[in-house]
RNA sequence: GGAUGUUUAGCUCAGCUGGGAGAGCAUCGCCUUUACACGGCGGAGGUCGUAGGUUCGAGCCCUAUAACAUCCACCA
């Protein structure tokens, strides 16, 4: 038997260990309709937070929904090697003992990072536990796995023999700090506050200057020429003469390019071709070389002369800019906010710079894309807009770099030969493999994350998963990865399985602390999930993440709402216990139609519409909706109404009544924990255990259906008055200060006296009355308007208290009637309004007036 | 510089194709009624950011505008 409280540490003791021994998590039924999903893989690199809890979660809540639906589900577990965060890590954790990566080399590396990844996979797969994440353990991935790395090294190779990956000699953003190329999106761009500094640079032959500012100083040993707009009436005398870079004291070349915006800083730019994608551009259009001046750590290298070499880059801006204010070439420094890159990793200033990197040609994968997306290959965001974000990325997106100079990830299948130096690309390895050396660099994370929807089904194999699951159903993410991760998956999916990789893919937002600040280690105000589910169960955190939130906006994490949430679930906890406590054990309780009455009728009629509500937004994946509806349904229609009077029924002698009562509130019982069990797998569980006459587990129950024939409006109407009679007199009551419990008289007119007559034992219960009489007519006190019948509550209350009450109804009719007149008088509006609508009104009108009228005469008895 | 989102009760947020403003928490009052005080019952609380427009009718549609948030972008 339930105890008194839902205690959620009992309630989740063993029960997951259970579901998983018994393979309910796995596929079986090869004759259901198929559904799939993957899990975004988290990256190995450290615990769960409640961003993974959330969106785990609502795969979960599908996953489960979607089976009791009869789907044979498919839903794949796996994990990310996180190249650059990984290698990060365990780089600094090797740091911490005194040993940098190259004191290991390169495979004594890749163990510790495998221990490392073996670590935190257990970590992870303990937090997929306690969350209750029905994943297909049997069918777990790992980015780097050899399956995985079978499939990379395939789609690069296609690629490469497509034209579509190439190796070239580009600007690309280069972290000093990990010593590698990112790819765009890695590179976080902020407005920090800078210093512009105006130099003098003397025109060669005359004693004038050119002025020119730049924000980097320290890129001037890279400098080719300095750049003016052809079209900038100061300056295009000059182009063709030369000055002399304050700097180096070297000459340059002064030349005229359109790129040069006449109206920004001095109209006279610096050009550092190796250092600037622009100025890399116009050296390109005027021949001039390109000169690297710095070294993969940001230091300077030996072309910046004696003085400089190997000083940080801001050391070295440092003292460049006193050496030529000493020279008196300075002439201010400004103080200015622009836009500074920073890798996401290591949070550094990212390098522009000159390197040999491999890149993804983007434009006819993102064109194929885009396409695609007018075809029956689509992909369906939830919500939509989401889908112009995609789209509008794909539009300009420029190729991808995706070469890492890491060791953690996937090396590049590229072979040099030794002596020619001849480079082939090939998916196995040479088989004169000591003639060649293979390219050191890795792929970008996200290079193998892109063919997770089908990389775990196999292919580039032709599996019978990857034929059965692929393409999946629906891909949950947040909104942060649609460019990192989502696109990338479309466009990769598209190119190489000729389908969208998903139909569906739901993104929702981020969650954020109590006071919407974004999570963050160096505020210290992450929550751990495990503290939560500590303190208030892992049902009530799983119900909090889906169901106070909104389609694709962020939520914040409430205390409050999650103990709201736990009493919710005690709530439901509560109403199983009493149902229980009056079943007689392994009791066989079938309703029977015949015996239903008015009540019974009404909560069927309730439920079946509640059911239809949850179902359609199940479906539509509206998960806040879909619990609303069933909320409403156990707090108001059920636990409120029906089970309070309920216990009228129950203490009857009629045998058969009561036991139909019993069946009927089991069956509510039971529907409202198959609904909720998804967002709860525990308590619904534990609950469902008890029920009489169950199955092994709730996991193996199918959703409840809608019957349609037991809506019944009738009966509904008869018990809302019902309910509104009580609540009449519970509000009467406080309003004369009398206590719940004190017993009162009713008097009733109605010309539907057997119908009344069946609510009259409720109606007493309810509202403690020690008598109710119908009559003819009442003498005094204030009648009440029903639809099945006039109410008046006899007391002994003056007179002018009871006129103050009548007219107080009296007034609220009056504006009820004139705002009905108002509306039906429009012509317009009996013009224009639709039919159904008008008459609505004409009739709510009607009863209005007729209800005034009756309180008039009895104001006027008075 | 572009783009998107948000703005509704004290707080956090719902409000579905335009047809009488809702929930949770907080607050006030009453109640230990045998499922639940992690409770029940009954209240109070809103010019729906601002200004126009469309419409018989606008929280919802359109146009401006403000504030906040987020994303994208190579201005030296």
Redesign the pocket.
Known sequence: MLS????HHEVEKGKYDEWKKRGYFGTKDLTKTKFSMVIPPPNVTGKLHLGHAWNTTIQDIIARYKRAKGYDVLWVPGMDHAGIATQAKVEERLRKEGISRYDLGREKFLEKAYEWKKEYSETIHDQWKMMGLSLDYNRERFTLDEGLNKAVRHVFCELYKKGLIYRGEKIINWDPVLKTALS??EV??S?DQGKFYYFKYQIVGTSRFLEV????PETMFGDVCVVVNPRDERYKDLIGKKVINPANHEELPIIGDE?????????A??CTPAH???DFEIAKRHHLPHPICMNEDATMNDLCGEKYVGLDRYECRDKLVAAIEKEGNLIKIENIV??VGHSERSKCVVEPYLSKQWFVKMKPLAMQALEAQKSENRVDFIPE?FE??FT??MKDCEDWCISRQLWWGHRIPAYYHKTTGEMIVCEEPPKDLENYIQDEDVLDTWFSSALWPFSTLGWPEKTEDLKRYYPLDVLVTAY?II?FWVSRMIFQGLEFTDTHPFKKVLIHGLIRDEQ?R?MSKSLGNGIDPIDVIEKYGVDALRYFLTT?T?PG?D??Y?D??L??A??YL??IW??A??IL?NLEKEEKLDIDDSKLDVLDRFILSRLNKCVENVTLNMDKYDF??AS?HLYNFV?DDF??WY??LA?VKLNTADVESVRNTKAVLLKVLKDIVILIYPYVPFIAEEIYQQLPHHLESIMLETYPEVSKERYDEKSEMIVLDLIKMI?DV??YK?DCKL???APIELEIITNQRPLVEILLPFLKRMTFASKINFVNEFKDGNPRVYQLATMVIKDNVDKEKLLATLNAEIERLE??VA?GEK?LS?E??IA???KE?VALEQK?LADYKKQLQEYRDKKNNL
């Open positions: 008194k409280h839902y205690d765009n999106i976080i761009h407005d500012a730049t924000t980097r790129y040069v915006d006449i109206e920004f800083g001095t109209g730019m610096k600037d994608p622009n622009h836009p807009r112009k974000i509008n990325w942060d460019f919407g974004k106070s909104s906006l939520t914040r409430s409050i709402k103990q709201s736990s009493n005690n709530k509560n109403a216990r009493f406590l806040a909706n609303t707090y636990t409120s089970l309070e216990k609540k519970r509000s406080v206590a719940p419990n504006q009820e705002r509306m429009n317009n509006f224009k309004a639709p609508k709510k």
